[in-house]
């Protein structure tokens, strides 16, 4: 992927603030309504040449509320994941060096995001399973939860969206 370069450099070159503001951007998508995974991999995407938001919140939908709400893969941590394939991610059936350094980069951001919060897993965090016991449920309720004050006050998901950014761009 010869345009990898040139956003590698891009984002490797940004400084503290620009970092900073790029979480708070994630984190203000959360609060407008979208997932935890469209907050992370939209508030980035741009690096990679994705300039159409509304493409950028449509490829990530799918991860917020842990895969289709079914607590299981974090939102924010499939953001980081989803960000990790643009950036080094193999675009060959059997270029196997290049999906060990991507599964490897993968493994290294989940091992930060797990490390600072405990978990990868959204029931997990939201304290609906007890740590290292959410089970797959797949007959969970899909309907999105009503997104109110009391919602934002008890959820720790805008905290661990900008946390993700943060990893995610200085592990470039």
Request: proline residues 3%.
């Amino acid at each position: 992927m010869q345009g990898s370069i040139f956003f590698c450099t891009f984002a490797a070159a940004m400084n503290e603030h620009d970092i900073e503001m790029r979480a708070q951007r994630a984190v203000e998508l959360f609060k407008q309504g979208y997932n935890c995974s469209q907050a992370v991999f939209t508030s980035c995407a741009d690096l990679y040449g994705i300039t159409d938001e509304s493409l950028a919140l449509r490829l990530s939908a799918s991860f917020g509320g842990g895969m289709g709400r079914m607590r299981l893969v974090c939102g924010a941590a499939s953001g980081m994941f989803m960000l990790a394939g643009l950036q080094n991610g193999s675009c060959t059936p059997h270029d196997n060096d290049g999906k060990m350094a991507n599964y490897a980069f993968v493994q290294q951001l989940a091992g930060e995001f797990k490390g600072k919060y405990g978990s990868l897993i959204c029931g997990e965090l939201l304290g609906l399973a007890p740590k290292g016991q959410c089970n797959v449920q797949l007959d969970l309720d899909p309907r999105p939860a009503e997104r109110t004050q009391e919602y934002y006050e008890k959820r720790p998901c805008p905290e661990m969206i900008a946390e993700a950014v943060r990893i995610y761009l200085r592990s470039l």
